[in-house]
C-alpha cells in the first residue's frame, strides 16, 4: 500500500496505480505464454513493493533482488519470487533474460507498459536522449520474444498493453508508434547480428508479426542472396511490385487462362502454380531457407515473360489480366521476405 503514496510520473499516477496496470497486463500475456495466470499475476502485484523498503532506498541497485529476498522469506512460490527478482532483465546489453514464463510474462508486461505509457503522454525518446531508458526496454523485449522463442503476436503484445491505460485520459493510443519504435530496434539487433541493411529491409518491411521468426526469416534472405539467380530475381520482383504500384489497382480479381495469350506468360502461369504450395508448405513448417531457394527454378520463366510479354497491353481486359498474373508471383515471391529490397 504505500506505493499509492510513490509517484510513477505525474501524467501516469502512482506506483500503486502502476502495479494495478502490470497485475492486469501480466495475467493477460500469462495466458498467451501458457506460463500460470495466478502466480504472473501475484509476482506483478510484489514487483514493485521493495521500492518502499530501507534497502533499497539506501541501495537502489538492489531492487528486485531485495523483492526476491522478501519474497522467499514470505513463502511465496519460487516463480513469484524469481519473476519479481528477473522482470528488470536484461538490465544492460548482453545481460540474461527472464528464465521462466512467469518471469518472461511480468518482464514484458513491465516493458510493454512503460513503451505504452511513455509514448502514450509524447514521452518518446528524442536524438540520443532517453530519460525513461524505452530503447532498453524495446530491445529486452525483442530478446525475450527471439531468444526464449515465445510465439506471440507483436501486435496482441501492444493492444494489450494500450488496453491496461484505458482508464488515464492522458494516455492517448500510440500503438502505431510504439510499433513502428519497436521494428527499428529490431532493425538494429538484425545489424548487430551481422545482416545487411538490405536485408534487414526486406525482412522489416513486410512489419512480421512475429518477432521469434525473425532471425530464421533474415537467415532465408541472405541464403537467397548467395543464390547465382537472386540478382535477376529481386531485379524482376522489383520491376513488378513497381509495374502494380503504378498500375492503380486495375489488376483483375483472379487471372483468366483463357487470356493468356503468350506462351511466355502462359509458362509463368504454369511456374507459380507449382511454386506456391511448395512455398507455402515449407513456410508453414518454418523452413524459409527451403521456400526463398524454390524460387530459384522460376528464373527461366520470369526472364522469358520479361523478354516476350509487353504487360501494359493495350486490350484493357488483357493489360488487368496480365497484371493479376504479376500480383500472384509478387504473393509467391514475398511470401518470406520483400526480396525486391535485394536490388539495390
Keep these: 500500500p504505500k506505493l499509492a503514496t510513490v509517484v510513477y510520473h505525474n501524467k501516469l499516477g502512482t506506483q500503486l496505480e502502476r502495479v494495478s496496470r502490470l497485475a492486469q497486463l501480466s495475467g493477460e500475456i500469462a495466458v498467451m505464454l501458457g506460463a500460470d495466470r495466478g502466480q504472473t499475476t501475484r509476482a506483478a502485484q510484489l514487483a514493485k513493493a521493495d521500492l518502499t523498503t530501507g534497502m533499497v532506498g539506501e541501495f537502489p541497485e538492489l531492487q528486485g533482488l531485495m523483492g526476491r529476498c522478501y519474497a522467499g522469506h514470505d513463502g511465496e512460490p519460487a516463480a513469484v519470487a ?23 510474462a511480468v518482464a514484458l508486461a513491465d516493458k510493454l507498459e512503460t513503451l505504452a505509457g511513455m509514448f502514450g503522454i509524447g514521452a518518446q525518446p528524442t536524438g540520443d536522449k532517453d530519460p525513461f531508458g524505452l530503447r532498453r526496454h524495446a530491445i529486452g523485449l525483442i530478446r525475450i520474444l527471439i531468444e526464449k522463442e515465445r510465439h506471440v ?42 545482416y545487411s541493411a538490405n536485408q534487414a529491409e526486406a525482412v522489416l518491411c513486410q512489419r512480421p508479426a512475429r518477432l521469434d521468426l525473425v532471425p530464421a526469416q533474415a537467415a532465408a534472405v541472405r541464403a537467397f ?17 513497381n509495374i502494380l504500384r503504378k498500375s492503380g489497382g486495375e489488376a483483375a480479381i483472379a487471372v483468366d487462362r483463357g487470356r493468356l495469350t503468350e506462351g511466355a506468360e502462359h509458362d509463368l502461369y504454369l511456374a507459380f502454380q507449382a511454386l506456391e504450395p511448395i512455398v507455402a508448405d515449407r513456410c508453414a513448417a518454418g523452413d524459409f531457407t527451403g521456400a526463398l531457394l524454390a524460387l530459384a527454378t522460376a528464373k527461366p520463366a520470369v526472364d522469358r515473360f520479361f523478354d516476350d510479354v509487353m504487360v501494359m497491353a493495350d486490350d484493357p481486359a488483357i493489360r488487368s489480366n496480365r497484371l493479376a498474373l504479376l500480383r500472384g508471383v509478387a504473393q509467391t515471391m514475398n511470401r518470406v521476405a520483400d526480396i525486391s529490397k535485394l536490388a539495390a
Design 82 to 104: 524469481a519473476a519479481i527478482e528477473q522482470h528488470y532483465w536484461p538490465r544492460f546489453a548482453g545481460d540474461a533474460l527472464p528464465e521462466g514464463p512467469v518471469a518472461q
Design 153 to 194: 503476436p507483436l501486435a496482441d503484445l501492444v493492444n494489450a498493453a494500450f488496453t491496461a491505460f484505458a482508464g488515464v485520459p492522458s494516455v492517448k493510443n500510440a500503438r502505431e508508434d510504439v510499433e513502428n519504435f519497436i521494428y527499428e530496434r529490431l532493425r538494429a539487433y538484425l545489424r548487430e547480428a551481422g
Design 225 to 241: 542472396g548467395e543464390l547465382p539467380e537472386a540478382a535477376t530475381l529481386a531485379a524482376a520482383n522489383k520491376r513488378i511490385v
